[in-house]
């Protein structure tokens, strides 16, 4: 049994939502190091992400993730994973266009696009916490698929 992650959503199969959908989380720190990933896979449509945010709640206002909208127009900040060396990857895009979905940002001109077909790709980020410190993690989503092999994680842990 793993310790120290914690599963924050996850969905498989996933619903099919054609506009950002924000998604809340309230975190309590277990180390002075956290991290958050998220892990895709598509069968016909592509996961988008924008604007991921997490703030302390003694100090709201200060953004510990960096690059949260991707407005670096790249993954500067973010690891990212490509399992079992999977096809049609994810990245950062301002324009992208799948199956006769047109994706767009929620904000900005950045967005990830993420879900390979044949294993989940990841994208993860570590960021100072204080253990004990309730954390608020907001982002943006949105999933124009379906499939039963569509599966959507996210978690946070150590």
Avoid: K
Wanted: a negative charge; one cysteine or more.
């Amino acid at each position: 049994m793993l310790t120290g992650i914690e599963i924050v959503a996850s969905c498989s199969p996933c619903n099919s939502f054609t506009s950002y959908v924000q998604f809340g989380y309230n975190y309590t720190a277990i180390s002075n190091v956290t991290r958050i990933a998220f892990a895709l896979r598509r069968q016909t449509g592509y996961f988008a992400m924008d604007d991921i945010s997490i703030q302390d709640f003694a100090a709201l206002g200060t953004e510990l993730i960096v690059n949260g909208g991707f407005e670096t127009g790249d993954l500067t900040s973010w690891a990212y994973c490509d399992q079992n060396n999977a096809t049609s990857t994810g990245g950062v895009y301002s324009n992208f266009s799948y199956s006769g979905f047109n994706y767009f940002a929620r904000a900005g001109t950045y967005y990830y696009v993420g879900g390979s077909t044949v294993a989940a790709d990841y994208i993860m980020q570590a960021f100072p916490t204080i253990t004990g410190h309730r954390y608020q993690v907001l982002l943006w989503a949105m999933h124009p698929g379906s499939g039963p092999s569509t599966s959507g994680d996210f978690f946070l842990g150590v």
